[in-house]
């Protein structure tokens, strides 16, 4: 059956499943006080209940990484969307804590299913590799912007604070399921005939700093990531001194909301300058969040959110950027799968250590522990984006924007051919 959808919706729609998936990773955020209330949680739990998300969508990334470009964008979406609302139905009924690690569980292996071909379909649909790149960080911080205010909303003046947002997140999800149905079913990239089977992770060596680059950069934005979905509203009661779930769920958009607005704002900005710069402000804002955690400062908190959200967007603007312009394209969802398989096993690492020692120590002892761990990520990835994240034998990322490298079908791809230097001789 043909595809209904025309070209401009097609590339919307994997926006959306980009969406979907943040949102889910954040629709707890808001709801954890009240698990907490409910359920006598203690910290090491709630971060718990968050890190087995990205541990078990660190197995399917390494498991299914690349099945994508061998059964298609379509249908690999589509699973993964059916385990996201599979997993969000069973938070939406849970009678108990075991069950919250059963629906992340399921959480976990649809996003890690969707999110790749997602933004590998945002570039093969769109055409333009700054376009697709800027359009799935802002789709990430739309994701994230509306698990913390609509759920921080519904929360606080909804009836079911515990199940609400969990029933319109499903809605959404099937609703956007049955858009991924009509994309076109023809959409794998590998070669014809060939067959998918597990495989080790592999990255062409030509590739290796620009994939070392780009992970670190997604890694450093996500871990901080973590430590605002996973214990955001405690941080923000001891901050605040308020209950008030929207308040909570519009503070912690603030990094959010930032993130969007700069990743379309440096759109044209070369990504190793992206993550680099993105990284460099990101370890300054860290060390003002153990700051404001220790002093209590509102003013320094909202200023942590401000400067972290420009470097979120920023950060994850460059490392996908680089994937989509060097990544060869019968490749390119298992190679961003690498990418975020290194983020995630940094976020869930981050939110497993930080739970158990503000457990033991408190929340703003446990952030002077995890902060500097976190600058030195931030300090790395600019260190590889400025030494070590140019592809081998492949043009430099740093052409002004507009030049044939920003089309899709003029991207020339490390190992396609004879590629010109860095003066530009073939």
């Not at 969508?57 to 609302?85: C, K, P, Q």
Request: charged content about 10%; some cysteine; aromatic content about 8%.
């Amino acid at each position: 059956m043909a595809a209904l959808l025309p070209v401009r919706a097609r590339f919307w729609t994997a926006a959306a499943v980009v969406v979907i998936a943040l949102w889910s990773s954040g629709a707890p955020a808001l709801i954890y006080p009240v698990y907490e209330q409910a359920w006598g949680l203690t910290p090491a739990v709630i971060t718990g209940i968050f890190a087995v998300y990205p541990v078990v969508l660190v197995v399917v990334l390494v498991i299914f990484g690349g099945i994508s470009d061998y059964i298609g964008r379509r249908a690999t979406m589509l699973m993964g969307l059916g385990s996201i609302a599979f997993g969000v139905l069973i938070f939406a009924v849970a009678p108990d804590v075991a069950w919250l690690f059963i629906g992340r569980i399921f959480q976990g292996i649809g996003v890690g299913l969707a999110l790749s071909p997602a933004g590998a379909a945002l570039v093969e649909y769109g055409r333009s590799v700054s376009r697709a790149s800027s359009i799935n960080t802002l789709a990430t911080a739309v994701g994230l912007t509306i698990a913390t205010v609509l759920g921080g909303g519904l929360v606080q003046y909804a009836p079911w604070p515990r199940e609400l947002t969990f029933w319109v997140l499903l809605l959404v999800t099937v609703a956007l399921a049955t858009a991924v149905y009509f994309l076109p079913r023809n959409d794998r990239s590998a070669a014809p005939g060939a067959r998918w089977r597990p495989r080790p992770i592999h990255v062409p060596r030509e590739l290796r700093g620009v994939v070392v680059t780009a992970s670190l950069g997604a890694a450093t934005s996500f871990a901080v990531g973590a430590v605002l979905i996973s214990l955001g509203a405690q941080l923000i009661k001891d901050v605040l001194h308020t209950n008030n779930a929207l308040v909570a769920g519009l503070v912690l958009a603030i990094s959010a909301f930032v993130g969007g607005v700069v990743s379309i704002a440096a759109r044209t900005m070369a990504p190793r300058a992206a993550v680099a710069a993105g990284a460099l402000i990101g370890a300054f804002a860290i060390g003002l969040l153990v700051v404001s955690a220790n002093l209590s400062s509102l003013p320094l908190f909202i200023a942590t959110s401000v400067i972290f959200g420009a470097s979120y967007g920023m950060l994850f603007l460059g490392s996908v950027g680089l994937i989509n312009r060097y990544a060869q394209p019968d490749h390119r969802a298992g190679t961003l799968s690498v990418v975020y398989l290194v983020a995630y096993l940094g976020q869930g690492a981050v939110a497993i250590t930080l739970g158990m020692l503000a457990t033991a120590l408190g929340l703003a002892p446990a952030l002077s522990i995890v902060g500097p761990v976190l600058i030195a990520l931030a300090l790395a990835a600019a260190a590889c984006a400025i030494f070590a994240g140019r592809p081998g034998r492949a043009r430099t990322e740093d052409s002004a924007p507009g030049e044939d490298g920003d089309r899709l079908g003029q991207v020339q791809p490390v190992g396609h051919g004879s590629l010109p230097d860095a003066d530009g001789r073939a």
